[in-house]
């Protein structure tokens, strides 16, 4: 009877093990934090391998690393990850500082400067620099930016009452197309706007006139505060050992070990 007992209590014993490393396991695999992010090229994409990089990208994956946090990243259309936050389908995201997820979330220290405004085909000194200066113009927008709102505020009642000519793309790749086959001579845009110019329409001839600037930071949820605090002390220990340029950014000899380009036929997914 005590051998069957000792036999019971040893199998009995196995199992809460196997259990109790099966859970461990679990445990070890598990991201300490989700990113969400849009595909935006050269600052935020996934590459061909499939790895999330980018110039911002891959500062924020050194960022996680430097805070010893596992994390995982997860791109998405714009207005999917925006939703995926405040539902809580991932803890994070990246993307500009305009305010609008106070209610939910909170700004780590990490941010980098962004900077729109227009690429033009017009001849020097005639891109229009003030937001009414623009009537009488034709411009190119992208579906869903938000930042020529920012500038042009009555943007929308301009095109109704016909004072520009307003085109509205559906994404960016087509947006350059438009731009680069004279649709409009005017295309508002990122800095980094240049990167799709580059692989569709390399000989293109234009300027870039930039009229805004926004923070792209960090938002994290708000009952994720410990983990928030981890990546602002890693901010600033990157900042001491000088590893970060003035945009805060990875200084160029670490991006070059780091950044994967996005694939060449890059599509945005809708």
Known sequence: MNRINLRALSSISLLLFASSYLVASENDSKPDLVIGSFPFPPLLHTAEGGEFSGTMGETVKYLCAEAGLRCEFRVAPLARVYKEIRNGKVDALITLDLGQFNDCCQLSLWHSPWSAGLFSSLPEGETPSVPNALLGHSLIIVNGMRSPYSFYPRLNQWATDKKVNLSVARDIPTSIKMFTRGRAPLLWGGEDFSWYIDKIEKDARYSYHPLLTKNVAIWVRKDKRDLTAKLDRAFVSLLRRDELNGQ?????????????????DFKIEN
């Open 248 to 264: 805060n950014l990875l200084k160029e000899s670490l991006m070059k070990q780091r950044y994967i380009d996005a694939p060449a």
